[in-house]
């Protein structure tokens, strides 16, 4: 759980833990994996929304006497 939260802190575990708990370990590293994974996907969805937003904004706007 705390891996899903804190990446970092789940390959630390994983790393820590693979020899001694290596079910354990299993957990934490695929909770880090698994919260990895989900931020780059909204990273790039929020990236392609921004674009959007701005694609959307400046096709409507009229430039009036800047032309």
């Given amino acids: ?5 804190i990446p970092i802190v789940g ?4 790393l ?8 354990d370990a299993k957990k934490a590293g695929m909770g880090a994996l698994v919260s990895v994974i989900i931020g780059i996907v909204l990273w790039v969805l929020m990236f392609i929304l921004g674009f ?6 400046t096709s409507s706007y009229s430039f ?3 032309l």
């Fill in 16 to 23: 820590v833990w693979k020899d001694s708990r290596p079910n």
């Fill in 1 to 5: 759980m705390l891996g899903f939260f």
């Fill in 52 to 57: 959007a937003i701005v694609g959307s904004a």
């Fill in 64 to 66: 009036g006497l800047l």
């Fill in 11 to 14: 390959l630390i575990l994983f």
